[in-house]
């Protein structure tokens, strides 16, 4: 015998490692369970019901009369692809639609 190393410590480690392994495999088994079914209940839960109240569209914007712009962007040192991401990434991050957005000059620094 190599140290303290008996028959029963051997048992003793062989018992811990298939235990181990046991608890890996239902672990395997159990994480895609779980998975479906908190799947099932977000997709139950997404459902609109009939019992909420809808909220009214919002009434279309009004022009008032002499603030009409003619949609011309001056653009300097910029070239047009540039401008458009420009004027699309402001849209995006301001949550304003590109076509309520008035831009008259773009210029690069």
């Given at each position: ?9 051997f048992l ?6 298939v235990?181990v ?10 994480i895609p369970v ?5 799947q099932?209940f ?6 609109p ?6 909220t009214p ?17 001056t ?11 420009i004027?699309?990434i ?6 304003i639609?590109?076509?309520?957005l ?8």
């Open positions: 015998m190599i140290g303290n190393l008996t028959g029963e410590s003793i480690a062989l018992s811990g490692i235990i392994f046991l608890m890996l495999a239902v672990l395997c088994l159990l779980i998975s479906r079914i908190v099932f977000e997709a139950r839960g997404a459902k019901t009939a019992a909420e109240p809808q569209p919002a009434p279309a914007p009004t022009v008032l009369a002499g603030t009409a712009f003619a949609g011309e962007v653009l300097i040192d910029v070239d047009e692809k540039t401008a458009a991401c004027m699309a402001v849209s995006h991050e301001t949550g639609p590109l076509s309520e008035i831009f008259k000059t773009i210029r690069a620094l």
